[in-house]
Nanobody
Framework: QVQLVESGGGTVGAGGSLRLSCVAS????????MGWFRQAPGKEREIVAS????????YYGDSVKGRFTISRDNAKNTVYLQMNSLKPEDTAVYYC??????????WGQGTQVTVSS
């Protein structure tokens, strides 16, 4: 079973940037497809981006296309989410997740991202 720990959240002004990291332990990251999700207060959790185990297949949610970039370094067992041109509506708790099939079964504890206007 893989364990996931996110870091890199914080408070930034609109238009700013943050980079989130997700470090995996317990299993090699190459066994998993990875994703970033977010949940804002009073809203449902939504997928932000996902990346296949090889990095060859990447998906972005419509609201972050062109602003966010997901990447992975399997040698470091780490997945990243580079977030640029941040908007107040990007404020949420961001979660890292891992899957070996269609569903994401393993989740981190989340990291708060707050974007001030």
């Amino acid at each position: 079973q893989v364990q996931l720990v996110e870091s890199g959240g914080g408070t930034v002004g609109a238009g700013g940037s943050l980079r989130l990291s997700c470090v995996a332990s317990g299993r090699a990251l190459t066994m998993y497809g990875m994703g970033w999700f977010r949940q804002a207060p009073g809203k449902e959790r939504e997928i932000v981006a996902s990346i296949s185990w090889s990095g060859n297949t990447i998906y972005y949610g419509d609201s972050v296309k062109g602003r966010f970039t997901i990447s992975r370094d399997n040698a470091k067992n780490t997945v990243y989410l580079q977030m640029n041109s941040l908007k107040p509506e990007d404020t949420a708790v961001y979660y890292c997740a891992a899957r070996q099939s269609r569903e994401f079964h393993y989740w981190g504890q989340g990291t708060q991202v707050t974007v001030s206007s």
